[in-house]
Structures are given as C-alpha cells and as structure tokens.
C-alpha cells in the first residue's frame, strides 16, 4: 500500500502542503481544497500551476475529493432538481481535473443521512424513513453513467453525516447498482461513530462480487460518545480506533491492498494548528502504513 495524507489537513496553501509532504517523503496527495478554492472550481491557469507544483514536489494525486451531494436532503430531491443538477455538473468537473492531473479517483458522498433505513414488524410502518434507500439508488444512478461515459473511477466515502455511513452500506450500494465504476473509500473512524467496529466487522464487509470494493482508505484517530453527539480527534494511535489500526494495516498487507492510505490530518493540538496536528501524528502512520 501507499501512505499518503489529505492536503489541506497540512494546509491549504498547496506549496507548504507539499513541502511538508517532501520532509516525510510522502508521495501521494488527496487533494479537497487548494489555496480558497474547492477542487473543481479551479479555472485552467489555476490547474496548470498546480499541476507544476506537483511536478516540482514529485508528487502524484491520489482521489479528488470533493463533497458532491454532501448534506443534500434525498426527499427535496429528484433527478431534475436544479440543485441535484448542479451537483452532477460539479462532478464532471471533478472528473476533468482528475484527469488533467493524472488522477484515478474522485469522490462523491452520498447526501444526508436518514437515520434507520431498513426494519420490519412494525418498524418499517413507526421509525424507518420509506422509500430512502431506494432514492438513494436512484440518485447516485446518473453519477456512475457519468462516470461510465467519462471512463472514471469514482469512490463513495463512508460519512458521519450521510446515507452510507458505513462499509456495510457502502457495499449494498455498489452492489445494488450492479457496477465497477464505484468502489469504496473506506473511513474506519467515521464508521464508529453508526458503531461499526472497523475490526474484523467493517474489513469483512469489503469483500464484494468479484474481491474487494476497497479503492481507496481515510486514517485518523478519533475519540466518540454517541449519547453524547460528541467526536474529538486525537494523535494518531491515542483514540478509540487505535487499537485496531496496526491490525488493519496488517490484513491489507496481507490482501494485497495496492491502493493509496490517506492520513486524514484533523486533529489540532489545543493552542496549535493543523500542521501541528499532522506532525504529532505523522510517525506513526508511517510506521504503520508506510
């Protein structure tokens, strides 16, 4: 596998991201926003000097990854909705600057979350939120003919605050809409929070049709209190997850896992900054990771 970090968890001035990436001697940048610009709101000038930069640096792009349908509520939309419309503009940009960079992956999220999507004897009549998950398959129909049409790779991260917060729901997605044109990026600290346990629970459900749907990995460490509505990013290694994530990085070893692991630099120290953070967690990552 191939460690690499999120940017903009650095910093989002692209020249101090990537120097710091060169003084660790990580080669594989996610790019989300550059400088104050979301990526594929970049202009053509603004991609070619980017694209210097890389060079200069010798670092190639791992996913672009922006927040397509983030946050969108699935009942105020349908396939003709301005908004919904708007989105799938977004991500044929995306999909353009990936290319133009020479990168494999873009991102989509997968609107905001219904909170019980499945249940029966009289569940399914009291709490569950009908009709959703099949919306959801509705709606991320189009992204994977975009996809088809443009021959891109697209990755469904599992979110907080989104439909597929899980590796569980993930795989039901990509399975349902019957594709190879969305995999998914696996964030095991996001999984707690919908308490799945990322160890063996969130790893086994990787496994789909035809091997793996694992295309690409966030990392981070997070502390979580569910009853509490409360998540606090901690050093790598310290929070809820650590335990697990050297046994992690074991199984993709021995899988095979050739893809690119992104160090989700999120945390900041009291007082510090974020490129704090990815310094009091960067060694370790590595020496899991790496």
């Known amino acids: 596998m191939k460690p690499g970090v999120i940017t903009d968890g650095i910093s989002r001035n692209p020249e101090r991201a990537f120097a710091v990436m060169n003084e660790f001697g990580l080669e594989y940048a996610e790019l989300q926003y550059i400088n104050d610009l979301e990526v594929g709101d970049l202009n053509d ?8 930069l890389l060079q200069a640096h010798g670092l190639k792009v791992s996913c672009i990854s922006r927040h397509v349908f983030a946050g969108l509520a699935l009942g105020e939309l349908e396939r003709d909705s301005a908004v919904y419309r708007r989105q799938l503009e977004c991500l044929r940009r995306c999909i353009e600057f990936a290319q133009a960079l020479d990168c494999p992956l873009v991102r989509v999220m997968s609107f905001r979350k219904e909170m019980i999507l499945f249940g029966a004897n009289g569940a ?76 063996p629970d969130a790893y086994q459900a990787l496994a789909g049709r035809g091997g793996s749907l694992l295309a690409h990995l966030h990392i981070k460490d997070v502390v979580v209190n569910i009853p509490q509505a409360r998540s606090d990013f901690v050093p790598f290694g ?15 070893r021995r899988d095979g896992y050739e893809g690119v692991v ?15 953070g990815f310094r009091a967690s960067v060694g370790r990552f590595l020496e899991w990771y790496g």
């Open 238 to 252: 310290h929070g809820d997850i650590g335990p697990r994530l050297p046994t992690i990085a074991a199984a993709l």
């Open 45 to 52: 000038a603004q991609t070619a000097r980017l694209k210097d």
């Open 124 to 199: 399914d009549e009291w709490i569950v939120t009908s009709g959703a998950w099949d919306k959801l398959v509705h709606l991320m129909a189009p992204a994977v003919e975009i996809a088809e049409e443009l021959d891109a790779q697209l990755v469904v991260e599992n979110g907080n605050n989104a439909m597929i917060t899980s590796a569980w729901l993930g795989r039901k997605l990509i399975e349902e809409l019957d594709t190879t044109r969305l995999k998914l990026l696996w964030d095991p600290g996001n999984g707690l929070y919908c308490n799945e346990p990322a160890w």
């Open 262 to 276: 992104s160090l989700e630099s999120v945390y900041r120290p009291p007082g510090g900054t974020f490129e704090d």
